[in-house]
């Protein structure tokens, strides 16, 4: 069974950076596409950010800002965000998504604990 392990989040000031990463537990990781997603308070989780081999997506809101990126050596996903914003602050986890729709379709494995990401002063 694949395991997902989110980490990197934290508080950060508008305008200051982080970089998430998701550990994936199995050999399979390098034939999925992966991508992040965000759950903010009383909103839906969204899809921000996919890749598929070498090319990535990202939701308007995020791009210009955040970059994802895969190690598959360590299947590891990553996530830098640069220039948080207050609306940035969520629960943030990684997945595979299984359609190439902005929503990225249904997960393909079940959700890890997600790690917070906090922007506020």
């Known amino acids: 069974q694949v395991q997902l392990v989110e980490s990197g989040g934290g508080l950060v000031q508008p305008g200051g950076s982080l970089r998430l990463s998701c550990a994936v537990s199995g050999s399979i990781f390098r034939f999925y596409a992966m991508g992040w997603y965000r759950q903010a308070p009383g909103k839906q989780r969204e899809l921000v950010a996919r890749?598929?081999?070498?090319?990535?997506q990202y939701a308007d809101s995020v791009k210009g800002r955040f970059t994802i990126s895969r190690d598959d050596a360590k299947n590891t996903v990553y996530l830098q965000m640069n220039d948080l914003k207050p609306e940035d602050t969520a629960v943030y986890y990684c997945?595979?998504?299984?359609?190439?729709?902005?929503?990225?379709?249904?997960?393909?494995?079940?959700w890890g604990q997600g790690t917070q990401v906090t922007v506020s002063s």
């Open positions: 890749i598929s081999s070498s090319v990535t």
């Open positions: 997945n595979s998504p299984t359609a190439g729709t902005p929503t990225g379709g249904s997960p393909m494995w079940a």
